[in-house]
């Protein structure tokens, strides 16, 4: 039975980190395509037409990947954590189908008014569209983060005769206090994405020498959004979260700070590898005191360590745990300082020509995918052993006659299928990004010859 | 409160089939149907801006399911691990199929994702015909509620029995056969000409398949599961369903044969309503009927969600609802109509007359649901 577990485990883990590589650009850039389609309403310029209709295309690819690899999710809910699913359907059960309900069905029927609606609709029916993208795509973020931050912070819940959990108040679910930093974080680090991507599309035409304008463009784009959303992402969003980590999960907290042994002034591992035998840091690096200055304003403060926690109650895997948090924190600075030093070149005007900032940029587009899914394994490594956080242990929640058998057949099914999916993928983007921003007029006749189709 | 849920999470789940049906059905006969590039692609074009839309109905049905009666959920996902997996795979290959195909020109691509796509509906038409059947003859239920069944064991609807067997089987092929007809009828609707000829030919001709199994798996499905007549036998009322149904599959043969493409797409949609209409009748109040000890079987009643929570779905669910509605009628009433494909006139010809192209619309296919 261990092993179900372990492969459930990795099945999961897997194939929401895989999904999660395309919503992320999808949320961003819903924000992203707004505003580039209320510059062309506005303006006119039929300049913005293009771009829009360009980022659409890949609006539509990354949604329709982000699709077909979130049905899984929502389904192994029921496959492979039936006992979790009974235990807190009664409750969780509301987002997910609001998500489904909602958020879809306005994602989906507006894409196909954008993608086929061409010629039929004017320009403002596309906007409207655009903005009801971007209200759907949003609000399917926000209730599936309120189903998570229910899970690392379970609110407005009873317990009926047979163990299961009920709802006791929508509005306790919706308005968990978990989920606001969660969800400001968790967008601003889309649009980080989006932004990255975009600007490295730019700076790659601008390399490259084609679509000179455009390229402008997406890089002006992308570096402003990019430089404020870095920032929100360290401050407020991401001290947010940290702080209510220590507050709430003080244990996650001590350990994807490697801090074993509580102390007073605790200071921040900037570097160094978790010795979970000795309990120590190898080769550390560390900025004294500042933890403690960081989560509770104090130089002096008392911060409980590992050794103040059961060993029962640890994340199973300290180590990875600990990695994945320095890898979110250190690319997130490396981002924005890139972001910082892009956007002072651009008030200067001398970004357009500065080679080095530009291949820069091409080449930083992966590192907020790498941030991102770092910053998922920090929550979700961090909440074990828990699945609900306190109530209900994760080795308790799986389905209890899915064998191992069986759970490790269709893991190794969603390997084979989703390395297919990255690849077509990564095709597809690179023949949208060769076509590049085309005009209007060729639109139709360049992609297909016939149509959409 | 409870019947309330189970009636709409059934309504969704018929939805589903009425809506996504149709575009599994154009699918499996997308190779037959078509002969040339500019066909296939006003096949594709005739499904392209609703598939995804219709495919959301699912979703919804299963995070409705999964909300009203959690346990049931848990229950039958996990139970039928092997086939909602291989459903999520031929569900991702379709998708895929239709996204890709696309993208480049080459005719090897494009012969691949035809293949994928004509595939995969077919396989997903029978599974989803034979999930059916599973809920009708019941599954091997522990007295914890929970259960397992392989793909297939001896292919007897026993106490121990596959997800395949003889009845199911049966009910996937009828499912099959239905929505190529439902498909066929909307394919007719969509297109004209060599196209429109054939489509129709291959709906004349399904429709007689699929009534002939229909009877056959109407017949079975009251000796596979003796329960279903209870129902009826306290509540004659639901024999409105079986009426409605037959009289609409003929309803559906006789308009075709007359080339009244609206009505008879109108009334292949109204027979799969009424068939299912006429199973959930039929099971109600199970959601998962046991085949071991009927005390075992999974009810609306002891596997629901709490009152509250009942009670406050409601809210957002007719708001959200009465939205889908709204965005499936308008999307569906924006793409009516045949399809063009804009090979020589220019775009703004098109755009200039279109409602010459267009017939007005007598009534809508979402219709049935309100």
């Keep these: ?453 | 409160m409870e019947t309330f849920w189970y009636a709409i999470v059934t309504l969704m789940l018929t939805m589903y089939v009425v809506l996504d049906g149709f575009d599994f059905g154009v699918g499996i006969l997308y190779p037959f149907v078509t002969r040339t590039e500019t066909e296939r692609c006003t096949v594709l074009d005739s499904i392209g801006p609703v598939w995804k839309g219709n495919e959301v109905w699912l979703v919804a049905s299963g995070g409705l399911l999964f909300f009203a009666f959690p346990r049931a959920y848990a229950a039958g996902f996990s139970g039928f691990y092997l086939a909602l997996v291989m459903v999520l795979w031929l569900l991702i290959f379709r998708g895929l199929a239709l996204e890709l195909r696309s993208q480049l020109s080459h005719p090897l691509w494009r012969q691949l994702w035809d293949l994928a796509f004509s595939g995969a509906s077919f396989f997903l038409a029978i599974v989803f015909g034979a999930a059916l059947g599973n809920l009708i003859r019941g599954v091997p239920l522990n007295p914890e509620g929970y259960f397992f069944v392989a793909l297939w064991t001896d292919f007897t609807p026993g106490p121990e029995p596959g997800i395949l067997d003889w009845f199911t089987l049966l009910m996937g092929l009828a499912s099959a056969a239905i929505l190529m007809l439902h498909g066929a009828n909307y394919l007719a609707m969509k297109t004209d000409g060599d196209l429109y000829l054939r489509a129709a030919a291959s709906a004349k001709r399904t429709g007689w398949i699929a009534l002939v199994l229909t009877c056959i798996a109407m017949l079975a499905s009251p000796f596979v599961q003796p329960a279903l007549r209870l129902n009826y036998t306290a509540h004659p009322l639901g024999y409105l369903f079986t009426v409605t149904g037959a009289l609409a599959l003929i309803a559906t043969v006789v308009f075709r044969r007359r080339q009244h493409d609206v009505a008879a797409f109108a009334t292949s949609s109204l027979f799969i309503l009424a068939m299912l209409g006429n199973v959930a009748w039929g099971c109600y109040p199970n959601l998962l009927i046991a085949t071991t000890n009927p005390a075992s079987s999974l009810t609306i009643f002891n596997a629901t969600a709490g009152a509250y929570g009942l009670r406050v779905g409601l809210v957002w669910f007719l708001f959200g609802f009465a939205l889908v509605i709204t965005s499936q009628v308008y999307v569906h009433r924006a793409f009516w109509g045949k399809v063009r494909l804009d090979l020589e006139s220019s775009p703004t010809e098109s755009h200039a007359s279109p409602d010459s192209q267009r017939e007005r619309l007598p009534f809508d296919i979402n219709r049935p649901s309100r």
């Design chain 1, 1 to 453: 039975m261990a092993s179900a577990l372990l492969y459930d485990r990795l099945q999961f883990a897997f194939t929401a980190t895989f999904h999660y590589l395309f919503p992320q650009l999808t949320m961003g850039l819903a924000l992203l395509l707004l505003y580039l389609r209320s510059r062309a309403l506005w303006s006119g310029d039929e300049q913005y037409h293009q771009a829009a209709r360009f980022w659409t295309k890949i609006f539509a690819l990354s949604f329709g990947f982000g699709v077909v690899t979130g049905i899984p999710l929502e389904f192994q809910f029921g496959t492979n954590w039936a006992k979790f699913s009974n235990f807190a359907g009664g409750v969780i059960g509301q987002t997910l189908a609001m998500e489904g309900l909602f958020a879809f069905f306005l994602e989906s029927t507006f894409l196909g008014v954008l993608l086929f609606g061409e010629k039929r609709f004017g320009f403002r029916v596309q906007w409207f569209a655009s903005l009801m993208l971007f209200l759907g795509s949003w609000l399917s973020g926000y209730f599936i983060l309120a189903t998570n931050a229910w899970m690392q912070h379970p609110v407005a819940y009873t317990v009926a005769d047979d163990g299961r959990l009920f709802l006791n108040s929508l509005s306790g679910l919706l308005t968990n206090p978990w989920l606001f930093w969660q969800y400001a974080h968790n967008m601003t680090a889309a649009v980080v994405t989006t932004s990255c991507v975009m600007a490295a599309v730019g700076a790659f035409y601008l390399l490259s020498g084609n679509h000179l304008a455009h390229a402008k463009t997406f890089i002006q784009t992308g570096v402003v959004a990019g430089a404020i959303a870095c920032a929100l992402m360290i401050f407020p969003t991401g001290h947010g979260n940290a702080k209510q980590v220590f507050e709430h999960q003080p244990l996650k907290g001590a350990a994807f700070e490697g801090l074993f042994r509580t102390e007073r002034g605790a200071g921040i591992v900037l570097v160094g590898q978790p010795n979970t035998e000795t309990m120590t840091i190898d080769n550390p690096l560390v900025v004294p005191s500042a933890l403690s200055i960081l989560v509770y304003y104090d130089l002096w403060a008392n911060v409980k360590g590992l050794d103040a926690f059961p060993k029962e109650e640890w994340p199973d895997n300290l180590p990875l745990l600990y990695y994945a948090y320095h890898i979110m924190a250190g690319l997130g600075t490396i981002l924005a300082a890139i972001m910082a030093l892009a956007l002072l070149l651009l008030w200067r005007g001398r970004l357009f020509t500065s080679k080095p900032v530009l291949w820069l940029l091409m080449l930083c587009a992966p590192f907020p995918y790498i941030a991102t899914t770092a910053g998922w394994m920090t929550t979700e490594l961090g909440r074990q052993p828990w699945l609900v956080y306190g109530l209900l242990r994760t080795a308790q929640g799986t389905s209890p006659l899915v064998h191992s058998g069986n759970a490790l057949f269709t893991l190794l099914g969603f390997l084979g299928l989703y390395l297919l999916l990255g690849l077509l993928f990564l095709i597809m983007i690179m023949e949208i990004v060769r076509q590049g921003p085309v005009p209007v007029t060729d639109y139709p006749a360049q992609t297909t010859g016939s149509g959409t189709y």
